[in-house]
């Protein structure tokens, strides 16, 4: 497993474990960020990744994206 941060650009990964804080990791999952789910790193802007996520984009930050293992 690698955290989001490391996902090659315009490729789709499957989640696999959301960690983090028990607040932090319900704010993913309300974002959409489950195990199982389909992930695609869109762009790498000022630190920031532009995610897509159940057709939804979504900009995290890095702390958050290193939660998110792939």
């Known amino acids: 497993m690698l955290p989001l941060t490391y996902a090659d650009r315009n490729e789709f990964n499957v989640i696999k474990k959301v960690g983090g ?3 932090t990791k319900k704010h993913l999952e ?5 195990t199982g789910a389909v992930v695609c790193v869109i762009s790498d802007v000022n630190g920031s990744l532009i995610v897509n996520v159940k057709d939804t984009k979504v900009a995290l930050d890095k702390e958050l994206a290193s939660k998110i293992m792939i």
């Open 21 to 23: 804080r028990p607040e």
């Open 30 to 34: 309300d974002m959409g960020f489950v």
